[in-house]
């Protein structure tokens, strides 16, 4: 089996799940209890914070654990918006980039319900935000601005460098970046001093499922996004999954660790594929402002899924653009805002790295892409 989804979720690393067993059969203890062993899941948790802290170059109060990205993007764009609207009444705009996870586009609804303006920055052919509309865009009305780091779909990288810059006249605006596919080759990105609210997913990194990180910064006011037992600073409250946060930390620092190398290996996969692509016909979606683990190429007139299925009778394992529309047969948000035809989305396929991605998967999938295009031409 080779599997090129690593976009929509990796295998968890065999180092980290054997912390997640360690951490859950020995310190179970709840970390909230009085006694040793719930200081002893205190201690750990407090550690995994730090960890994850030192990483992205923020303080340990800066960091809490959610359950997922999702929510982590969805506690930025309802509480905190509100309160910050509270706090600046004359803004009422939220800017989100066109080519945002639906876990931060599906809150236009319940924003507009709030009577706050959404409106979308429009991105280029290669799904780069448009800074002249950028620029047009920003006034003092302006309460929220999402970008993401690296887009799911097509892997474009965005240049935080030229928003931070842009935002350097309005700092009261507060940036929130989903960084949740940067992890894998463009951590770096994520350090960016502007970014105010910055959101990550562990099993996009060799984590188990069912940990994000929220990075929200101490110069932000705070709102809470659970009630409860005052867990995380008293703003996400609920047990705390402890295996999978402790997991989570060690996941992201095998991941910034191994960074450098894992950008050059995959960078030179990705021209190979990309070459290979091309000379049989296929269009690519991923030019070199891309991340260099996410290749995005249509077979013009042949369905994505059935792409997808072709590639899995090899046992080749690649998705349509995103695990999210590929179930629910729903357009490719992103090339749609780069303005890509219908006719090459409904081709679009994903292929995926990371870290874990080896030379002899590349020679296999190379190998299954001639196939599979022989049996299309
Ligand atoms: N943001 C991006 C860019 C993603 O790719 C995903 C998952 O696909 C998410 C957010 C949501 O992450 P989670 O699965 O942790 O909710």
Redesign the pocket.
Known sequence: MVYFDN??TTQIDKHVLETYINVATTYFANPSSLHRLGDESKQLLEQARKQVSQLLEVTPEEIYFTS????A?NWVLQPLALKAREQHPECNRVLLSAIE?P??LQNKKWLEQQGIMVEFIPVDASGQIVFEELKKLLNNEVLIIST?AV??EMGAIQSLDKIAELLQDYPSVLWHV?G??AVTTCFDLLKHPRIDAL?L?G??FHAGRGT?IAMLRNRLCKVPLLFGGSQEWGLRSGTENLASIVATAKALRIAVEQQETTYQRLLKYKTNITQVLLNQGWKIFSNEKTAPNIICASYPGIPGEVLVNAFQTYDCYISTT???SSKRKQTHHTLQAMQVSEYLSKSAIRISMSHQTTEEDISYLLDVILKVTQQFK
């Open positions: 976009s929509a997922s990205a999702t929510e993007n996870h876990s931060v993401m887009n799911n989903d949740v596919q959101c997913s099993h996009k994000g995103s695990a999210c």
